[in-house]
T-cell receptor, first 116, second 111 residues
Framework: EPEVTQTPSHQVTQMGQEVILRCVPI?????FYWYRQILGQKVEFLVS????????KSEIFDDQFSVERPDGSNFTLKIRSTKLEDSAMYFC??????????????FGPGTRLTVL | QKEVEQNSGPLSVPEGAIASLNCTYS??????FFWYRQYSGKSPELIMF????GDKEDGRFTAQLNKASQYVSLLIRDSQPSDSATYLC???????????FGKGTSLLVTP
């Protein structure tokens, strides 16, 4: 069964450093998403991406964040200068169609980011 | 901020019983509703979605939607210890892209 993959599974970084989290969405999917979950809190939407453009972003997704689809398979989330409060689990998701009335968002296993 | 509310639990039910999980949402324009299951340290896994008023059944799971009351529920019949997890209610935002999640209800099924 096709699945979303994410690397690395755990990333440890120093405050102020840049990190890039990588995702490989399901191959025929067209819409891509990043969510985060701070430990003990709810899953929060960050950004959605379609046709090489951001289609929606949340208030969390400020100028420190960027997304890119550098090739035909990868989808990346970059945090330019990490803060302690960026420590969270980051989930990538993808859907085939995007306008989500019945379309399912499939989640990857997540990358745990720890900022020291 | 549009809210999705769930009782955090834990909800404890004996094995074989029916577990009932509830969710309310504030955006009256919401159209699509999802239930995900999340085991500790893992990613959300879709159980089912519903977008019409009434009941929708899938195996041991039944989702119920009442748009007038802005209420979604999930029933799990014949609960098993393996069902012990956090159940997340999620609503598609008006834009149609983002999922707005509740905080989840922790379910414990005791043998």
């Amino acid at each position: 069964e096709p699945e979303v993959t994410q690397t690395p599974s755990h990333q440890v970084t120093q405050m102020g450093q840049e990190v890039i989290l990588r995702c490989v969405p399901i191959s025929n999917h067209l819409y891509f998403y990043w969510y985060r979950q701070i430990l003990g809190q709810k899953v929060e939407f960050l950004v959605s991406f379609y046709n090489n453009e951001i289609s929606e972003k949340s208030e969390i997704f400020d100028d420190q964040f960027s997304v890119e689809r550098p090739d035909g398979s990868n989808f990346t989330l970059k945090i330019r200068s990490t803060k302690l409060e960026d420590s969270a689990m980051y989930f990538c998701a993808s859907t085939a169609q995007g306008q989500g009335a019945t379309d399912t968002q499939y989640f990857g296993p997540g990358t745990r980011l720890t900022v020291l | 901020q549009k809210e999705v509310e769930q009782n955090s639990g834990p909800l404890s039910v004996p094995e074989g019983a029916i577990a009932s999980l509830n969710c309310t949402y504030s955006d009256r324009g919401s159209q699509s509703f999802f239930w995900y299951r999340q085991y500790s340290g893992k990613s959300p896994e879709l159980i089912m979605f519903i977008y019409s008023n009434g009941d929708k059944e899938d195996g041991r799971f039944t989702a119920q939607l009442n748009k007038a009351s802005q209420y979604v529920s999930l029933l799990i019949r014949d609960s098993q210890p393996s069902d012990s997890a956090t159940y997340l209610c999620a609503v598609i935002t008006v834009s149609g892209y983002a999922l707005n999640f509740g905080k989840g209800t922790s379910l414990l099924v005791t043998p």
